[in-house]
């Protein structure tokens, strides 16, 4: 690994975090180190104080009045499969699309084995899927629509408000993948008729590997079939597993460090708001896109408009498969990226770069340094020089 190092691939994980989430997780494994909900001695009730801070910090990003409509869970995948696997049954239509991650894919493709439909709408050039369409595809049996916040290939952000509250007025549930978007993009679950939201901790929210979380509202709190039964602190008389959120979705001991650094980066980003960082972003991406536009070398996989698309930014060349690409970048300048189909391969075969090696992908984050796409595009501009 080179000594410098440019980090450009925080739509996989975000990193750096900032100092406050280190601090946290180290302090809490160090000085608390307990389950929380277990027990009521001080260091169990610390840390199911830890845990509710984090529910709280992150229900006022997401414009949500009541923190224990929000689970924790080891992830984005992890919190998709719960909906997928405890909602839905054989017989019950889903409308989807073309844009979405293996973390939606896979269990759809898994379930429509066990009689489930699926409906793929599909999305245009840059990324976008047109509102109109998935409300036209959604039916009388439809159980539920899953959709893509921003594409992790294209940055594409979906235009939710135009298909969210029609579809909670008929009374069709809306799960939104928010996994490149929570952090980076405003995000307010009620005023977008989001039922169910599911995203990562560890990406936008600048929390630590493993973390996620699954928003749902009250409506889904007795429908949701927990995927995993066990011990949840409460109500351990019943055989069953509680119907109270959140312990009906979090059995077993959670991630209690992890979640201490969940916690402050959420409160991180209440302070620094998300629109700053999304302000830092497009300032870096401005200047990134007109250079990587002026060369006619690179393709741009998505929107040129900052304001329809998040910090990831896909691009390929004519001569150079991406995955040569991404190693010249790291070998010779330090600079980390990803190459691929990013667990996207719908999206790919819809774009005609499934077949060459998929794209390669920068993406930004909030403690991304101020000049970290201008080193990408110095870069490029040195590998169109010499290998182009
Ligand atoms: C759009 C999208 N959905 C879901 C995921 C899965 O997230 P996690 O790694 O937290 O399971 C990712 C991760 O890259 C993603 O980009």
């Given amino acids: 690994m080179s000594d410098v190092r440019t980090y450009l691939d925080h739509a996989a994980t975000t990193w750096p975090k900032p100092e406050c989430v280190y601090d946290a997780t180290h302090h809490f494994a160090r000085e608390i180190g307990v389950a929380a909900g277990r027990g009521n001695h001080g260091a169990a009730r610390a840390a199911t104080d830890v845990v509710e801070k984090a529910r709280l910090h992150i229900a006022q990003l997401i414009g949500v009045s009541q923190p224990r409509n929000i689970a924790l869970t080891s992830g984005c995948t992890a919190s998709l499969n719960m909906v997928l696997h405890g909602l839905l049954k054989p017989g019950d239509h889903v409308v989807t699309t073309v844009t979405e991650h293996n973390s939606v894919l896979r269990p759809l493709h898994h379930l429509k084995q066990q009689g489930i439909r699926v409906t793929y709408v ?28 921003a594409s992790n290939v294209t940055g594409a952000i979906q235009r939710v408000e135009e298909f969210g509250p029609d579809l909670h007025s008929r009374g069709i549930p809306l799960l939104v993948d928010a996994a490149q978007s929570l952090g980076t993009v405003d995000l307010d679950v009620q005023s977008l008729g989001i039922a169910l939201l599911a995203a990562p901790g560890h990406k936008g929210l600048m929390g630590p590997l493993g973390t996620g979380i699954l928003y749902a509202t009250p409506e889904f709190h007795e429908q949701l079939q927990p995927i995993l039964q066990g011990g949840t602190g409460t109500e351990s008389e019943q055989e069953e597993q509680p119907t109270t959120w959140p312990e009906r979705m979090e059995s077993g001991s959670l991630n209690t460090p992890a979640i201490a650094g969940l916690a402050a980066g ?44 998040v910090a990831v930014i896909s691009i390929t060349a004519n001569q150079l498969n991406p995955h040569e690409l991404a190693s010249l970048l790291d070998s010779h300048f330090g600079i980390q990226t990803r190459a691929g189909l990013h667990c996207a391969p719908r999206i790919h075969k819809r774009l005609g770069t499934l077949t060459s090696g998929g794209t390669l992908r920068f993406s930004l984050g909030a403690t991304s340094g101020p000049h970290d796409l201008q080193q990408a595009m110095d870069a490029l501009q040195s590998i169109e020089g010499h290998c182009l």
């Fill in 266 to 309: 959420a409160k991180y980003l209440l302070g620094r708001t998300v629109a700053s960082i999304r302000n830092a972003h497009n300032e870096q991406m401005a200047a990134f896109l007109d250079g990587l536009l002026s060369s006619g070398v690179w393709t741009l996989w998505g929107s040129r408009s900052l304001q329809d698309r």
């Fill in 122 to 149: 599909n999305c245009d050039d840059a990324g976008y899927v047109n509102p109109r369409e998935i409300l036209t595809a959604a039916e009388s049996a439809t159980r539920l629509v899953v959709v893509n916040h």
